[in-house]
């Protein structure tokens, strides 16, 4: 029984940190949450984000072999890959546009919570570095809301960038007494980051080899 409370008590811990976070993305984004299914960010990207977003659950739906012949600059093949094809969310937001939801609400809500998962991520990493709930909660308003964050508001795969954290998470628990399991997970952690956001994949890479 006190196992089972500890449980629930750890789950209604992050979900409070989830919420606080989700709340500062919104506050710290306004007044974007106001048109979530209306408007993007002013800037190219957000289309071309929809774009491929909508490609990838195109694709794995009517012709997966031909996933990266991308319907762009015929007659040339593998034309997806000309960019990051951020694989991953396009495979996991793919039932959204399946039931046709509006790929401005779909890039906005993938946005939304990329900083909340960010902030929820570094979060964990600093708990279990510190034990300072305080500490923790500063690290991830840092990482999740820093001034780079900005810079690269209309570019999505920058903010998907949530699995870093939760890769050194992984290392600092396993490390030094890590088990081939371990290092299944922590491949696995660093591939999704690297079919989320190749360019934080590589630099998550190399500090992995370091």
């Known amino acids: 029984l006190e196992t089972d409370s500890n449980i629930v ?9 989830a919420v606080a976070f989700a709340a500062l993305t919104c506050l710290l984004t306004y007044p974007q949450v106001r048109n979530l299914a209306t408007a993007v960010p002013n800037h190219s990207d ?26 762009i600059f015929y007659p040339e093949r593998l034309t997806l890959a000309y960019s990051d094809a951020m694989l991953l969310p396009g495979i ?72 870093i954290p939760l890769l050194l998470w992984t290392l600092h628990r396993t490390l030094p007494r890590i088990k081939t399991r371990d290092g299944i997970v922590i491949g696995g952690i660093l591939g999704f980051q690297l079919l989320s956001c190749i360019y934080a994949g590589i630099f998550a890479g190399m500090f992995c080899v370091v």
């Open 9 to 17: 008590r750890a789950i209604r811990s992050n979900l409070a940190v």
């Open 46 to 71: 957000p289309y071309f984000s929809m774009w491929r977003l909508a490609w990838v659950a195109h694709a794995i739906h009517t012709a997966p072999a031909n996933l990266f012949d991308a319907n």
């Open 92 to 163: 996991v937001l793919a039932p959204l546009f399946w039931i046709e939801t509006s790929p401005v609400a779909i890039y906005n809500l993938t946005l939304f919570t990329a900083f909340t998962l960010s902030g929820l991520a570094t979060f964990w990493l600093a708990r279990l570095l510190t034990g300072n709930v305080g500490a923790s909660l500063v690290a991830g308003v840092i990482y999740a809301f820093a001034p780079y964050r900005f810079t690269h508001y209309a570019h999505l795969e920058l903010q998907l960038v949530f699995w």
